[in-house]
Every structure is written in C-alpha cells, then in structure tokens.
C-alpha cells in the first residue's frame, strides 16, 4: 500500500519563505506523480502545485507561479514556497497518484479520485 508522509509547515510572517516535504512510500511509490494541494477556512481544496514520476511535468495554479517552487528526489517531493502571502494561509495536502493527467490541476470533484492523501500540515502566515 502507496503512502505519503508530510513535514515542514509552521507559522511565519509575509514575505518569509517554507518548505513542505512529501515522501511516498510503498510498493512501486516511484512511479507515482505527486502534488500539493491546500484548503483554507470556508474554501474547497485546491491544487497548488504538482509533479509527474519524471519530473519532466510541472505545473502550477495561478496564484504560486513565481513564489513556489516544487521539485522531486526521486520518492520526495518538495515545495519551496518563498514570498509568502497572509492568503497562502491553509492545511496543505500531500497527495500522489500513479495518473498525472488526473492529479495536475485537478478539480474538487477530480480530487475525490486520487488514490493517496497524507494528513495535511497547517501553513499560516501573518500579516
């Protein structure tokens, strides 16, 4: 059984900088694509960034590009988040699957068909 395994989080004021790690654990867990997710008070989830078993795909929301960072050492993910933002603030979600396509940019709905989640570790930053 694929599991995953958060570190990293914590409190930091605007314009700090954290880093999130993943690891993915299991049987065949380096084939596996792997992403960030986050949900704030009253929000639904949402994808922040992800990236496939290769780490030749990478993609982003919107609202990241330029501040965060994710890479891959080939069974941890990691997401460098620099410039943070009071509204960055949220539980961030680790989740992997072996279908890219699926977890990049995926939806609430599409979210409900990922095959791993970890915990979550609290982000929050201050004004």
């Known amino acids: 059984q694929v599991q995953v395994a958060e570190s990293g989080g914590g409190h930091v004021q605007a314009g700090d900088s954290l880093m999130l790690s993943c690891a993915v654990s299991g049987y065949g867990a380096s084939g596996y694509a792997m992403g960030w997710f986050r949900q704030a008070p009253g929000k639904e989830r949402e994808f922040v960034a992800g990236?496939?078993?290769?780490?030749?795909e990478i993609d982003y929301t919107e609202s990241v590009k330029g501040r965060f960072t994710i890479s891959r050492a080939k069974d941890t993910s990691y997401l460098q988040m620099n410039s943070l933002k009071p509204e960055d603030t949220a539980v961030y979600y680790c989740?992997?699957?072996?279908?890219?396509?699926?977890?990049?940019?995926?939806?609430?709905?599409?979210?409900?068909?990922?095959?791993?989640w970890g915990q979550g570790t609290l982000v929050n930053v201050s004004s």
């Open positions: 989740a992997a699957d072996l279908r890219y396509a699926l977890l990049a940019l995926a939806t609430p709905a599409q979210q409900e068909y990922l095959e791993v």
């Open positions: 990236v496939n078993w290769s780490a030749d």
